[in-house]
């Protein structure tokens, strides 16, 4: 049989189909969010599944000037010490102590779960970007945000291979998580400075999470927690699933 | 050699109703409409949830708007308090604590607007690229040359504006109006209203910068996105009372089972409809492709 080598259109799209399913089949998303079968949650899938296997990886998102820096509302808990929780009680007492005495615990899928100071925080090396914080109501502010990469604090802590997911807790009970490709992005930033001051409390003091890739209600404030997970955790009632919301917020 | 003759062209443009909609275009028209309204719907609860548009990359609550809708829950009604200047300048940007709980349902707006948008980027993708392989838009929806002249449009503008509208003919024989106003939708807005939706995405964005630089950064896009909707919007009411002057239930027959002419029927009927449909198609391919040269 004589074998043609000649390369027609249909060929050529066979060729182009393929290669594209295979770029896209090594870069899906090993576990997607869970959709308790409501339709939007799968939509939310398909979105964040289309993302990860699409999209050119870990971009980094635009910065700006100092003179760009814009006026910033601050919405959501604007002071967690006047909630009546034990987070609350115990977030008033570290503020009484200009929160030397705060802590946060790394812990999870890591070879030496351990707690950073501020101090200890602030002597990893750090970073200081002019971004943008993109708020899922609609409007958006730029601000420069002073902090450690994230990734320099998980591997301090030892992640390991395993890993698929960090989860994040805060004094105002929300409880969030990103995959691994946020987490490790290198402007995901665990931020103690804002604007080239310390945090202010309405913005998260001590430490609040800047996930620029996202918008910005994945950027918990005042947190004292973090847990690398192998497998996804929608993280209860506090998280975003069961609250109606969409845990992928790249869009 | 075959000739045309004005006979024939006279014959090809006043002969209505020989040609129906392609089983794909009909289609695609649904599955965009139904998207279309489902964007349209969730899209206008998001702008509920922050009623202003900006010019540039930021726009909040504490910055002057370009434009303020003045007739959503959270228009004019926002709170603030404990404003701080950010730097030594008292007169230069603030932070301030918002106190005012907002109407915010952008919890199932984001996901339905983003689900629903699935709807219109693959089934629009796929309908734009069988438009430009197969021909269609080249022999239906693009105007030729020779209809764009300007004395044929304004005729043809003022004949819609004294509502003489044209009868249908339940195919793709568009006017120079028809031609104009669906080429805008498919090569302008809907590509514009895409992309700008997808400037507004962080990961997007951070992945294709140069779409902040293209719309003038994310509350730019956002405008332009919302005023493309405003021209969609519009296009879709002028549809609608056109497709209702010109024969609401022919049109809508035309675009679902897709029967070519009413004539067809009265003249005895055809033995099956796609027949009709598809001889019809046949007879007329060639005439058309010829008229589209002289």
């Known amino acids: 049989m004589k074998v043609s080598s000649r390369i027609t259109r249909r060929t050529a799209i066979a060729a182009g189909l393929a290669s594209l399913g295979g770029v896209v089949f090594a870069r899906y998303p090993r576990e997607l969010p869970p959709t308790y079968g409501h339709i939007l949650r799968m939509g939310d899938a398909v979105t964040y599944a289309a993302q990860r296997a699409l999209l050119p990886r870990q971009g980094l998102v635009r910065e700006y000037s100092r003179a760009e820096i814009t006026s910033f509302p601050a919405i959501g808990t604007t002071d967690p010490g006047i909630r ?10 570290l503020q009484d102590g200009g929160f030397a ?4 615990s790394v812990e999870g899928r890591v070879t030496t779960p351990r707690t950073f100071s501020l101090d200890e925080l602030k002597q990893l090396p750090s970073r200081t970007q002019i971004t943008r914080h993109t708020c899922e109501e609609g409007w958006s502010a730029i601000g420069e945000w002073t902090g450690v990469p994230l990734r320099l604090v998980l591997e301090a802590a030892g992640i390991q291979p395993s890993a698929r997911f960090v989860k994040y807790s805060a004094y105002d009970d929300w409880v969030d998580s990103i995959d691994l490709l946020d987490a490790l992005h290198p402007q995901t930033v665990l931020a103690y400075g804002m604007n ?4 202010p409390i309405p913005h998260g003091a001590p430490v609040r999470l800047r996930v620029e890739t996202q918008l910005g209600a994945k950027s918990l404030k005042f947190l004292h927690r973090v847990v690398v997970l192998d497998e996804f955790d929608d993280g209860g009632p506090e998280g975003s699933i069961q609250n109606g919301w969409s845990w992928y917020m790249g869009i | 050699m075959e000739v045309l003759r004005m006979s ?3 014959s090809v443009l006043e002969s209505p109703g020989t040609r129906a909609h392609p089983r794909w275009v009909r289609i695609s028209h649904w599955i965009l409409a139904a998207s279309f309204l489902t964007l349209a719907v969730s899209g206008f609860v998001i702008l509920m949830a922050h009623p202003r548009l900006y010019w540039g990359e930021a726009g909040n609550d504490l910055m002057p708007a370009l434009i303020e809708l003045p007739f959503t ?18 007169a230069g940007p603030i932070s301030a604590n918002r106190t005012t709980r907002i109407f915010n349902e952008n919890g199932w707006g984001r996901s339905l607007h983003f689900l629903s948008a699935w709807f219109l980027v693959i089934p629009g993708a796929i309908y734009l690229l069988a438009g430009i392989f197969g021909g269609h838009f080249r022999s239906h929806l693009w105007p030729g ?3 764009l ?5 304004w005729r043809e503008f003022l004949e819609h504006l004294r509502f003489q509208i044209r009868h249908a003919t339940g195919g793709p024989d568009y006017g120079v109006m028809q031609k104009l106003s669906y080429s805008f939708v498919v090569f302008l807005a809907a590509p514009l209203i895409v992309l700008t939706g997808l400037t ?6 951070a992945a294709f910068p140069f779409l902040l630089r293209l719309f003038g950064g994310f509350q730019s896009a956002r405008t332009i996105h919302f005023a493309t909707f405003v021209a969609l919007l519009l296009f879709v009411l002028v549809h609608i009372v056109m497709v209702i002057a010109s024969g609401f239930r022919r049109q809508i027959r035309a675009m679902t089972v897709g029967l070519a002419s009413r004539s067809l029927e009265a003249s005895g009927g055809p033995p099956t409809r796609r027949f009709a449909a598809a001889s019809a198609d046949s007879l007329r391919e060639k005439p058309e492709r010829r008229l589209g040269k002289v």
């Open chain 2, 8 to 10: 024939d062209a006279v």
């Open chain 2, 73 to 90: 829950p959270n228009s004019g009604g926002v709170d603030f308090a404990d404003r701080t200047p950010i730097f030594q300048d008292a």
């Open chain 2, 149 to 153: 002249a300007p004395r044929l449009v």
């Open chain 1, 196 to 199: 080239g001051r310390d945090l």
């Open chain 1, 84 to 93: 009546r929780t034990d987070l609350a009680a115990e977030y008033r007492r």
């Open chain 2, 145 to 147: 040359a020779q209809e």
């Open chain 1, 101 to 104: 005495e705060w802590k946060l």
């Open chain 2, 200 to 205: 507004m995405s962080p990961t997007v964005s």
